[in-house]
């Protein structure tokens, strides 16, 4: 669900207007205080909560100092058990929820990222708004995190931003003081739409995973056409052709080890990591170059298979 350099800053207007069809008529939106934690507003019929956690991650640091032997259990209290508290679950278990391993590396990221987080919180906001002029949702959480040092090299491959959408209202964000402004506002419109499509049931199965990210990726590219994407290259040569046969044999599959061979890789098998959005993005290329009066309301409800048999690619190898 990905998810994932100087920052050109963008300013964003805090007391915009909403201009009407004929442009006659205009409503001043409130001002949002960028310190507030959370953050809410609401956007025409639609409300934004945003959780950020540097005040957090500032205490755990200053206690992981002093204890450095004790930066596990001093993580549990200052990190994990206030997201999953706001989250309203017993205690979150994931990867974006690990301890950093160089305290003294982590406080230089913090740093950096904090200089940022007014821009940050603006770019989410900004980005929110824009997705919902696209596609409107029910109302939305999102929970941003820093990243921790020992996740750098893997945020590379994502333009140093990833995400994951845990349900139809909640999106957990994970970001890199080296990401750049645009790669965030992607990676919000993306798993923004992870969260409307999945306010219909989505099914577990390979070709459901993988044509919900292609979704996600037309969705986004639509918003932001000009940013490279490169996770979403198409597959070729060799590569192309064990992925897609192995994708074919597997499409109904709801086997973890199928889906994590797509997104992981598995070059044993002729699949490059996060081949799961090359082919579900060459999918939705498909579906919309041959269903072009289909609108972005109705392709984001509409199942996979359908998708996948109203492209060109069915039985693609």
């Known amino acids: 669900m990905l998810k994932k350099i100087s920052s050109i800053a963008v300013l964003i207007s805090l007391s915009f207007l909403l201009i009407s069809c004929n442009e006659t008529e205009k409503v001043e939106s409130p001002t949002l205080e960028m310190d507030d934690n959370p953050i809410v507003f609401k956007h025409k019929e639609q409300e934004f909560k945003i959780y950020t956690y540097y005040d957090e991650f500032e205490g755990f640091l200053e206690s992981a100092k002093k204890q450095p032997d004790n930066i596990d259990k001093l993580y549990e209290e200052a990190i994990v058990k206030p997201v999953s508290s706001d989250m309203g679950i017993p205690r979150l278990k994931h990867w974006m929820l690990t301890p950093p391993k160089d305290v003294k590396a982590m406080d230089e990221l913090l740093e950096n990222l904090t200089e940022k987080k007014t821009l940050i919180n603006e770019l989410v906001i900004e980005a929110l708004k824009e997705s919902s002029d696209l596609l409107p949702g029910e109302d939305k959480f999102i929970y941003v995190l820093p990243s921790t040092p020992q ?5 590379k491959t994502v333009n140093y931003v990833t995400g994951e959408a845990f349900n139809k ?12 402004d645009i790669d965030i506002k992607h990676t919000i419109a993306h798993e923004y ?16 995973k993988v044509v ?3 979704k996600a990726e037309a969705f ?14 198409p597959l070729t040569g ?18 973890y080890e199928v889906w994590s061979d797509f997104f992981f890789g598995n070059r044993g098998k002729g699949i490059l990591p996060l081949s799961n959005y090359k ?14 009066d289909v609108s972005l309301e109705e392709w984001t409800q509409m199942s996979a298979e359908d998708i996948f048999a109203k492209s060109n690619l069915k039985g693609t190898e």
């Open 151 to 155: 996740n750098k090299s893997s945020l």
């Open 169 to 180: 209202y909640t999106m957990i964000i994970l970001v890199d003081p080296s990401s750049l």
């Open 193 to 208: 739409h992870h969260l409307v499509a999945m306010e219909s049931e989505v099914g577990n199965t390979l070709i459901e």
């Open 212 to 214: 919900l990210e292609g």
């Open 220 to 233: 986004s590219k639509k918003m932001y056409p000009n940013i490279d994407v490169p996770w979403v290259k």
């Open 238 to 255: 060799y590569y192309k052709e064990e992925s897609w046969k192995i994708f074919n044999e597997n499409l109904n599959s709801a086997d």
């Open 279 to 292: 082919i579900g993005y060459e999918i939705m290329e498909s579906f919309l170059i041959e269903n072009p």
